[in-house]
């Protein structure tokens, strides 16, 4: 089963940026995506890159977030910019299609 790690999580100001990397042995094979979970609230999609078509957003984070990959270094990259206090979450990446195990996350707080 495919495995990942996140990290680059940590406190910031509303308005500023963050970039969690995800490293995998799934990385350069086939389509990965960023989630996020809140407090009190369910796990949701943020983000996707494909092998070959360009990625896809969620609207509330469409043109803040960037989503990249590095094969080089089966690492996959969430550039976070203009972030807000409602991107507050545990945020995690997985397969897009058939999410395997969750990881642990990594914890971005924005205060205001």
């Known amino acids: 089963q495919a495995q990942f790690v996140e990290s680059g999580g940590g406190l910031v100001r509303a308005g500023g940026s963050l970039r969690l990397s995800c490293v995998g042995s799934?990385?350069?094979?086939?389509?990965i995506g960023w989630y996020r979970q809140a407090p009190g609230k369910q796990r949701e999609w943020i983000a996707t890159?494909?092998?070959?078509?360009?990625?896809r957003y969620a609207d509330p984070v469409r043109g803040r977030f960037t989503i990249s990959r590095d094969n080089a270094k089966n690492t996959v990259y969430l550039q976070m910019d203009s972030l807000k206090p409602e991107d507050t979450a545990v945020y995690y990446c997985?397969?897009?299609?058939?999410?395997?195990?969750w990881g642990q996350g990594t914890q971005v707080t924005v205060s205001s």
């Open positions: 799934a990385i350069t094979l086939r389509s």
């Open positions: 997985n397969l897009y299609t058939a999410p395997g195990p």
């Open positions: 890159i494909y092998l070959t078509t360009a990625p």
